[in-house]
Structures are given as C-alpha cells and as structure tokens.
C-alpha cells in the first residue's frame, strides 16, 4: 500500500522532502520616506509600517541589517506636489535623499526606487493629464528623467509603475544614453487596477483626484493580457518582472513563471497586509502562521522574491524556527 504519510511523520521528514522553502533573502521590504511633517507616523490602516524622514532611517536600516533582509524599495511623499510632478525628479528630493543616506550607510543594501508620479502630482495619477486625458507619450520622457535621477543618486534598481506604453523602453534609453547601463529594471509589468490598493493610497497620499485609474492598470478579469505585457516589457528591456496583486493573481503568477525566464517577484500588497493584520487583531486567525503560508504560497507560485510589508516579521519567524 502506498502511504504518502510516511513522509509527513516527523519534522525532520517533513523538512528533508519540503518542495518550496521561504527564506528572508526572498523578501524585499517596501520603505515609506517623507519630505513632510509626519515622519515617524504609523499609517493608521497599516499597523507596523510607518513613514521615515531619510535623515530618521537609520534605526530601521539597522534592523533590516540584523534580520538578513537584503533589499529595500522605496516610495517618496514630496512636500510639495504639482501638476507635472516635479518633484519626482528633484535632485534633493525625498527619495534621491534617501538613496543616497542608504547608500553611505549600507553600500551592500540593494535599493529599488518606485518610479512612478502618483504621489507627486497634484491630480494624484500616474502620467500627466490634459483636462481628465492621462497622457501616455507625453509621460514617458518625464519616467525616464525620474528613473535617471533615481540612478545617479545610487539606486541599483528602478522599478517603473505607472503602466504607461512603452515606459520601459524609454527608461532603458535614457538609463544607458546616460550611463547607467548597469542600473537593472524591475518592470511592474502585470499591474491589476485593484481595490486592494486602499491602504496604500492613504500611506503614499496617492489616491487620483479625479476617476481612476482603470484606463492605464489591467482589468481584473484578464490572465492572457498579463503575458502579452511581460513580452512587451521584456522586448524593450526589462531585466525582472513584477506580478501586483499577489493573493488574488496566483493564477496569473503562475501563468507568468511558466511564460518567463526572468526573475518574477509578487507583490504583496497593501490591502493584503491589512486585511491579515485586522483579523490576527480580532483573534480570528494566527496572524504568524497565516503570513508565513500566504508568502509561502506565492514563492509556490512562481515567484523568486516577495515585496512584502510583512518582511521585518517574516524574517524574524524563520530565524525563529530555523
């Protein structure tokens, strides 16, 4: 008789015939920096994550260190926003300021920088606009000069988000025309417009003053679109792919990882995160154990990293149970 149980008996079994494994390496830790007055804030509907001036990051830099966690991506709350984002491509501007503060502080720290004009501009949205028109060709140039002042700060990866046409390309353009050749892209090729986003938009104060953002992010309905964008990206020379959502999308992850060679990581999103905090909050799940297999079963998926705002915590339950 076969008996699949026979593996299963002790832990030691279990751990010697274990198909997928979660390491803190796999985590990539998202980092809120302020150029405002409510740095050091939690966000309210994110219990745990808070915003950091880059002059107040060094005590998290110090614990990400300490727990083995190996990359960092960051997203900026200018103090100030305006109609075409100006601020996103600011010399001095929060995220360049922050890279640069990482950078002296710990070289060996990857950095990946969120390119994106959400939480810049005054209308809230991903590209410019003309009336209540997102404007797709006439963004692309301002990516690209937000990407290349992200890389002459120090970032070592530029992560575009907006879901503009052709973004990559012209990203991939300005980065070598200006020499960062070696600056790699981490392309949110496989974007959803989900409501799962909620808590973000209060973290970053992105949410779009006018619609939404329905005409540029994928429809939640469609799978086979995910690859016609990881190929379009891919052509115009990304060097990683990101699945955004990731518990929902599984199937879409999947479908990814078989399509793609590249490096594939799943977004673990906002509303996931919080979703999972209220319910340990209320005693109705184990909040640890849950976290733990819902990331497990993203890296089951497909995926070979995880943006995660469980990172810090996961990282110290492994160390806890290794």
Known sequence: MMRPRRLRRTEALRDLTRETALDARDLIYPL?????????????????????????????????????????????????????????????????????????????????TDVCLCEYTSHGHCGLVRGEEILNDETLPVLARVAVSHAQAGADIVAPSDMMDGRVAAIRAALDSRGFQDTALMAYSVKYASAYYGPFREAADGAPRFGDRRAYQM??????????????????????IIVKPALA???????????????????NVSGEYAMLKAAARL?????????????????????????????????RALREKA
Do not use: C
């Open 32 to 112: 809120f920096v302020t150029a405002r007055s409510d740095a050091g804030e939690e966000i309210v509907s994110m219990p745990g994550i808070r915003r950091h001036s880059p002059e107040g990051l060094d005590e998290e830099l110090a614990e990400i260190a300490a727990l083995g966690l190996k990359a960092v991506l960051l997203f900026g709350l200018p103090a100030r926003k305006d109609e075409t984002g100006s601020e996103a491509w600011a010399e001095d501007g929060v995220v360049q300021r922050a890279v640069r503060r990482i950078k002296a502080r710990m070289p060996e720290l990857l950095v990946i």
């Open 219 to 240: 429809d939640p309905g469609n799978a086979r679109e995910a690859l016609r964008e990881i190929a379009l990206d891919t052509a115009e020379g990304a060097d990683m």
């Open 249 to 267: 999308y599984l199937d879409v992850l999947r479908a990814a990882r078989e399509y793609t060679v590249l490096p594939l990581a799943a977004y």
């Open 283 to 315: 005693g109705w799940i184990d909040g640890e154990r849950v976290m733990l297999e819902n990331l497990l079963a993203m890296k089951r998926a497909g995926a070979d990293m995880i943006i995660t705002y469980h990172a810090k915590e996961a990282a």
